[in-house]
């Protein structure tokens, strides 16, 4: 059975008086009857030395040129200095054009761009930081927050204030990207799990894509899925139900869990196992997907998986395995809801810039994530993405989604942005083996595992992994309940 929708729909001090003085009245002194006026002296007129005025006269005009000097001075060393970026995904043909528009309006700037390889990515920029090393400005994905929450500064109310940022950008940035009361992260890009579908194939079966997860289990769907005369799969239907060929099999238990209203922090309970059957279903009772097959974005590429889930990149390796496949992305699924009007929940994994706590030159680091981020530059970095790939990064802005409503890839994940949810379960982070998605994954890994090899019930493995998730969490300062 498929999980059941449990989801609910913060007078100045007197000025004392100042302490009266008395007044010493002088003393004038009377002429005595004896004394004469020719007896009396005039007074002496003392002139002041000329090199004392002018001395003093000198040190004021000194006093004042360097105050005039550090006002300017001072401004001009506030909007000047070197700006290293570490980044990710993108090449330095795609950012150097905004670079220079920006130093060409703040002469005393100079960014410099790094492209880093993701490959063990977290650790060289975890002992970067350490060492005292690290860049102003780094990229880092919305789920590591709390493994740099030593080293993010935080956004000054100056640069964008927090009701400005949560107008600006989709809610699930305010979310991810605050600690404690600060903001920590500009995003640049949103992104998110979308259902990849083969229209071939669904038209050929006369069927639209699902909008909710029961249609999945339904004879007509279960259908897409083709065997040949020894029993092997050579058409599925979805790819879920397994960990060792299910791309983005996190995220998608992830989502299911959420739509049921699971508290991933403690992922026990009728609800959780319902996810959790559901999806190890699709292997172990209806025989949709075994460890036979390739990864599912192989198998979608070759045109034997009907549908299949990942974000929208995923679109570029799918067009250069296979360039005449036909496909298209829709919204993924949900439960059935109370109420209509309730935005659609989907799972958000994306990149976000901060600059480092330490950083020398915050105030212009962050000033240059605020340009990057406007809408004239984030379609200025999508058309020069553009030029180099199918298509650029989905604009986090709300301002800008229907600018993508109607993009092929796109559209799908624009449309559901606003109720995006999130949590520490992301593959293809690179966090390595003490990454908080890499620790998680490895729990709740096994708990799929043991569901799908029959070794233990949803409940059984729940439990286990319930427990290492909390410590987990423990590890990165993360209260559990």
């Known amino acids: 059975m498929p999980p059941k929708n449990i989801f609910e729909s913060t007078n100045p001090l007197p000025v004392p008086p100042a ?15 004896s004394s004469s006026p020719s007896n009396v002296q005039p007074p002496i007129k003392r002139k002041f030395p ?6 003093v006269v000198g040190f004021f005009v000194l006093v004042l040129f360097i105050g005039l000097a550090y006002k300017f001075l001072g ?4 909007n000047s200095g070197e700006i290293t970026w570490w980044g990710l995904w993108e090449d330095k043909s795609v950012v150097i ?6 130093e060409s309006s703040h002469p005393g700037v100079k960014i410099t761009y790094v492209a ?4 063990d990515y977290r650790e060289r920029l975890t002992s970067a930081l350490a060492k005292g090393d690290g860049p102003d400005i780094f990229a880092f994905h919305n789920s590591w ?12 109310a100056s640069v964008m204030n927090p009701a400005d940022y949560a107008k600006t950008f989709y809610p699930i940035a305010s979310s991810d990207l605050t600690l404690g009361n600060s903001i920590v992260g500009i995003p640049l890009e949103y992104d998110a799990l979308t259902l990849f579908v083969n229209t071939d194939i669904l038209n050929s079966a006369g069927l639209k894509p699902p909008t909710d997860w029961n249609q999945l289990t339904s004879p007509q769907y279960l259908a897409l899925t083709k065997k040949n005369d020894q029993g092997v799969i050579t058409q599925s239907e979805i790819a879920l139900g397994r960990t060792e060929n299910v791309d983005q099999w996190p995220e998608i238990l992830a989502l299911m869990m959420i739509q049921n209203g699971v508290d991933l922090s403690n992922p026990t309970g009728p609800a959780a196992e319902g996810a959790l059957t559901f999806f190890t279903n699709f292997s172990t009772v209806y025989d949709e997907w075994d460890t036979t097959l390739p990864s599912s974005t192989q198998a979608f590429a070759s045109g034997n998986l009907a549908m299949y889930f990942g974000p929208s990149w995923r679109a570029f390796e799918i067009e250069q395995q296979n360039p005449n496949l036909k496909f298209e992305t829709v919204p993924v699924p949900q439960l059935p809801k109370d109420n209509p009007n309730d935005p659609d929940i989907t799972y958000a994994t994306y990149w976000a810039q901060g600059v480092w706590s330490k950083s020398s030159n915050k105030t212009i680091a962050w000033d240059f994530l605020k340009f990057l981020s406007t809408q004239d530059s984030l379609q200025k970095l999508y058309k020069n993405e553009s030029a ?4 650029g990064e989905p604009y986090p802005r709300t301002d800008m989604a229907s600018l993508l409503s109607g993009q092929p890839i796109l559209g799908s994940i624009v449309s559901q942005a606003v109720g995006a949810r999130s949590w520490y379960l992301d593959s293809r982070t690179f966090d390595g083996p003490t990454g908080i998605n890499t620790q998680l994954i490895n729990y709740f890994g096994d708990a799929v595992n043991a569901v799908a090899d029959g ?12 427990q290492g998730v909390k410590q987990v969490l423990s590890q990165y300062g993360l209260s559990t309940k």
């Open 19 to 33: 302490p009266q003085i008395p007044v010493q009245q002088p003393v004038v002194p009377t002429a005595s009857a």
């Open 50 to 55: 000329k090199a004392i005025l002018l001395g």
């Open 75 to 78: 401004q001009k060393s506030a």
């Open 97 to 102: 054009p905004l670079i220079s528009a920006y």
């Open 116 to 119: 880093q390889s993701q490959q």
């Open 145 to 156: 927050v709390p493994m740099f929450k030593n080293d993010l500064d935080s956004l000054p």
């Open 388 to 391: 180099i790939r199918s298509f």
């Open 455 to 466: 070794k233990e019930s949803a409940s059984a493995a729940l439990a286990t992994c319930a």
